[in-house]
């Protein structure tokens, strides 16, 4: 029997994993439709890997886009998640009713991505584009360029689309 449950826990990883590529490569069909200007193809799902709190919808709402987005990774701290993707963040911030600038998506993901990097006193970005806060990294060094926000773009969009074509084969 023991053998059983470990061989239901070992395929309900393996599907986790894979519905996680999946969504990685509809989040990628969908920034490369933005950068073109063509609809989203699928819509957001927010899913539990994504979703790591339940934020009240007026939670971020009217405050400083730098004290929500380190609540957002504070909580995830607690939670024992550590580091986030701007989407994780993104989506976190969106459902707790904060109001980013720019017409769409794509621009507003642009606009956090930049408020982040410019604030290295309070934001790390690590190697494996995920975002923490530098007081968790003291020994990380500080990079000694600032990323373009179209290179930062496209980087995550390849790394994403990298990740999805390596699990599809």
Known sequence: MMHTEQTIEDLENQLKELESKVQRTKNAINSLCELIGQPRRYEETITEKH??????????Y???LATV????????????????????????LSAGGFKFEGKDEGIQKRGLAIAMGKNTAKFHKLPNNTW?????????????????????FVKEIRDTAKDVTKGLK
């Open 51 to 60: 979703r790591t709190t339940i934020a009240r919808p007026d939670q971020y």
């Open 62 to 64: 009217g405050r400083p």
């Open 69 to 92: 987005a380190a609540e957002v990774l504070e909580k995830r701290k607690e939670k024992n998640l550590g580091a986030a993707t701007l989407d994780e963040i993104f989506i976190e």
């Open 132 to 152: 923490g806060l530098t007081e968790w990294y003291p020994k990380a060094k500080e990079s000694k360029e600032k990323e373009v926000v179209a290179e930062t």
